[in-house]
């Protein structure tokens, strides 16, 4: 499968991924009062794991029986991602003063590049 059309894949379900860390994090931060990075930290991790199974299944079509390798692999990167969105966030929020839910989104972009191409090169690579 082409190059671009996997990003395409990637980043339709990175957009679901996007709702589910949104949701959860807009849930636990404006409703129930949880501080911002843990709430942030948890909408990214529910994101990421909700992405794992579509991206496995749809974006690369893995066949690997290494499920957990797979999976460790996907989420070590998540996770790399989920300290740099939490950078990001704190730069532009808190540093720079812009919207928390703007500096959201600037994040989402950088880490789908991150995401991207770390899991094309290691986790879904092609043997």
């Known amino acids: ?8 894949k990637f980043c339709t379900v990175g957009l679901s991924g996007m709702i589910i ?15 911002k990075y843990i709430a942030n930290s948890c909408g990214f991790i529910l994101a990421a794991s909700s992405n794992y199974m579509l991206n496995r299944i749809w ?4 066949h690997s029986q290494r499920i957990a390798s797979e999976y460790f692999s996907f989420v070590g990167i998540a996770v790399i991602g989920l300290a740099l969105n939490n950078l990001i966030v ?3 929020s808190d540093r720079l003063k812009l919207n928390f839910y703007l500096s959201k989104i600037v994040a989402v972009g950088v880490i789908t590049i991150w995401n991207f191409g770390m899991n094309f090169l290691f986790t879904f690579k092609e043997l």
């Not at 082409?2 to 990003?7: G, R």
């Not at 860390?21 to 501080?35: A, H, M, P, Y």
């Not at 974006?59 to 893995?62: E, Q, Y």
């Open 1 to 8: 499968m082409p190059f671009i059309l996997k990003f395409l």
């Open 21 to 35: 860390d949104f949701g959860t994090t807009w849930l636990l931060k404006e409703k129930l009062n949880v501080n």
């Open 59 to 62: 974006t690369f079509g893995s």
């Open 90 to 92: 704190f730069l532009l």
